[in-house]
């Protein structure tokens, strides 16, 4: 079993930044891909990040690259999302997911855990 805990969202105007947090625990071999996701209503959940903890390889949307970096401390085993230059598309419930093994994915229905989720909200 794997644990997941997001932190960090809240309300920013556009063009400002947030770090993103999830804390995870439970079983290491199960969570070696972490992955953040976001989600509004009505739509599907869409990946946007992903990291390969053993080596912090990272893997990202078309629509985040060069905005948000994904990187992890293992001493802690807490990932983060470092969101800039954020716009009012951003705005969503954003997850962090995670599995064992598979490569890299952006696809929720690969993801076994998940997190509860953490609001962000970007206003003009």
């Known amino acids: 079993q794997v644990q997941l805990m997001e932190s960090g969202g809240g309300s920013v105007q556009a063009g400002g930044s947030l770090r993103l947090s999830c804390a995870a625990s439970?079983?290491?071999?199960?969570?070696?891909?972490v992955a953040w996701f976001r989600q509004v209503p009505g739509e599907e959940r869409d990946g946007v990040a992903n990291i390969y903890i053993p080596i912090g390889g990272t893997y990202y949307s078309d629509s985040v690259k060069g905005r948000f970096t994904i990187s992890q401390d293992k001493a802690i085993d807490t990932t983060y999302l470092q969101m800039n230059s954020l716009k009012p598309e951003d705005s969503a419930m954003y997850y962090c997911a995670a599995r064992g093994f598979g490569g890299y994915s952006l696809r929720a229905s690969d993801y076994k855990y998940w997190g509860q989720g953490t609001q962000v909200t970007v206003s003009t």
């Open positions: 439970g079983s290491l071999s199960s969570r070696n891909f």
